[in-house]
């Protein structure tokens, strides 16, 4: 009958509840809480994760936040983010008789834009059930909140601390007061010591399972002779350090031998260290090493030669690392399913070859910077791996069309190609990758000059794309734009900046084929103009962000169409003259303007 409220007569609190835990998506959950009272009230309770940006008053809106959600568990504050609070929740002032300034809601210790020590202390107080804190970057926070909230938060289990000017003194009171904690990140916290940590490794070891430390120039080898005595159940740990040496991280091999996830940026460490880590941390599944100078291949032997279960390989800027190195780790590790080159350049074609006769499981490959590998090697993983669903190149010379092919053939269920700056792959490999790999969604192809509307053709015929990137394929014209909107309709991402040839035929024809479009680059088009935007801007109602600097074409009139027509619109970047005064009063925040017109 119309009008009558089945669901709620019917459905008791507990089961609307459970239903809202199965609603993964923030904008569906807001959604929901527009129903009814009802609604609204049971999907704050069931909320269990709020983010809290930068404001106006973010102690406010500590406590604002605190009373609508009370279930709350997680919380992240970040104070690189914007956010608007409600202008009742804003602390205002108003003038005595005595012509001095009065505060009428708030409180002065609380920082004008950043969280203070009291509004840290507000939510240990606030939110009761709170289990994991991350704050990244609020620079207001000392060791006085942070001692204060620890009191209050006992049962803390996860604390992120990235960016914040906290001391000894506050990481103490974290040990003393939250003897639960498991996971606790410390980058680029500059004023801890080992004072501070090795606290934190001595009485809450039993239970940290990950721990991270970047920039911290004061912690040294004691704080990781700590970690490795008190510290059992440890099995991730992220270190830059410019200080540490082997002793460190040796003394962590041998007591942390539950370790499964090592990402290190140490300068000062050798292969005697990374030996010790083969040899003691059998469960080892993720190496991730940075900017080595002192590895060698004996590193990768260890490795290979004992941790069975490594399924991701990031080497970055490891110079002295050759094709025997991965050769070891491929033959060694052959359950591994990710692997990263970046900056090798001792690595080439023979040890990609080995990568592709013995991991068969590989899923996802990026190769960075890595002038010596050849399309020979870069064949042997279209022909060895199967089940490879994300490639990424990125200024590799000696790749070209041949290998592509042979990767189109070899690796049907390829999700995501991301190709940059590689001048050898052409119409012929893309063409390839459009004609066998239907599961295709993703594909980047930046600044790659010999790729034209050939290839584009085929990718639109083949593959029904969510994410395209041609920025810089100079080549591209409209029918290989237009191919991609008639066999995409789920594209939400375009990036066609710098296709001087592109005219609004396309971007009309994009307006027709994909109205789910939320994200579009045009910048650099030169002949796009007020009417392709203006069409795209009433057919693509979902459009949340568009750039378009230096279109010639484009001119306040346009701007104007996207501002009133896409309700949904958050930022646009635009050249500043482009924008009326009537424009800028509607809609000056979500606008952005060029640090210089040229």
Request: charged fraction near 20%; charge should be positive; include cysteine.
């Amino acid at each position: 009958m119309r009008g009558s409220d089945l669901i709620n007569a019917v459905l008791p609190d507990e089961l609307i509840l459970e239903i809202f835990r199965h609603v993964d998506s923030k904008p569906s959950r807001d959604a929901c809480s527009l129903v009814c009272k009802r609604w609204l009230s049971l999907e704050c309770l069931s909320r269990d994760t709020i983010r809290i940006g930068a404001s106006a008053a973010p102690g406010n809106l500590v406590n604002l936040l605190s009373r609508r959600y009370p279930n709350t568990r997680y919380i992240f504050i970040d104070e690189r983010l914007s956010i608007s609070l409600p202008v009742k929740y804003i602390k205002r002032r108003r003038t005595n008789r005595d012509g001095s300034d009065q505060s009428t809601s708030g409180d002065d210790v609380m920082g004008t834009n950043s969280l203070s020590d009291a509004g840290l202390a507000a939510v240990g107080e606030s939110f009761l059930k709170l289990e994991n804190l991350s704050l990244i970057w609020c620079s207001s926070i000392t060791d006085v909140g942070l001692r204060s909230f620890a009191e209050k938060c006992r049962p803390l289990k996860s604390l992120d601390l990235q960016g914040c000017y906290i001391g000894d003194g506050g990481l103490t009171a974290v040990a003393e007061c939250c003897k639960f904690l498991q996971d606790l990140n410390l980058r680029f916290c500059e004023g801890l010591t080992d004072a501070g940590l090795v606290p934190v490794a001595v009485t809450c070891g039993r239970n940290l399972k990950s721990l991270g430390v970047a920039a911290c120039a004061k912690i040294t080898d004691l704080s990781l002779e700590a970690v490795g005595s008190h510290c059992r159940s440890l099995e991730s740990l992220s270190l830059d350090s410019e200080i540490i040496h082997n002793k460190g991280l040796v003394a962590v091999a041998k007591g942390c031998s539950m370790l499964k996830a090592l990402k290190l940026q140490c300068l000062n460490v050798t292969d005697d260290a990374l030996q010790a880590v083969g040899v003691f941390c059998l469960s080892l599944e993720t190496l991730a090493l940075y900017s080595f100078q002192k590895f060698t291949d004996r590193s990768l032997y260890a490795i290979g030669k004992r941790c069975k279960k490594l399924k991701n390989l990031t080497l970055s800027d490891c110079y002295f690392l050759s094709n025997k190195g991965l050769d070891s780790v491929a033959v060694g590790c052959s359950g591994l399913t990710h692997i990263e080159l970046n900056g090798c350049h001792n690595i080439g074609t023979d040890g990609l070859k080995s990568i592709g006769k013995n991991c068969v499981q590989l899923s996802e490959l990026a190769l960075l910077y890595c002038q010596r590998i050849e399309n020979d090697g870069l064949s042997e993983i279209g022909k060895g791996c199967k089940y490879l669903q994300a490639l990424h190149l990125v200024d590799c010379s000696g790749i070209g069309d041949e290998s592509i092919c042979s990767i189109a053939r070899g690796c049907k269920n390829l999700r995501k190609l991301h190709i940059r700056r590689c001048y050898e792959v052409g119409n012929k490999g893309i063409i390839a990758i459009g004609q066998n790999c239907k599961f295709l969604t993703d594909l980047s192809l930046r600044f790659c000059d010999r790729i034209g509307d050939e290839a584009l053709i085929s990718i639109g015929q083949g593959c029904s794309l969510h994410h395209l990137n041609v920025s810089g394929c100079h080549q591209i014209r409209d029918a290989g734009i237009i191919a991609i909107a008639r066999g995409s309709p789920q594209l939400s991402y375009l990036d066609v900046s710098v296709l001087q040839n592109l005219r609004d035929n396309a971007i009309m024809e994009l307006g027709e084929g994909c109205p789910l479009l939320k994200d579009i680059v045009i910048s650099h088009c030169r002949q796009i103009t007020d009417t392709g935007v203006s069409y795209l801007a009433r057919k693509c109602a979902f459009l949340e962000s568009c750039h378009m600097v230096y279109c010639p074409g484009i001119t306040e009139v346009g701007v104007a169409t996207i501002v009133t027509t896409c309700t949904r619109i958050k930022k646009i970047l635009v050249e500043k003259w482009k924008v009326s005064a009537r424009t800028e009063r509607r809609a000056g925040s979500i606008i952005n303007y060029l640090c210089v017109d040229l």
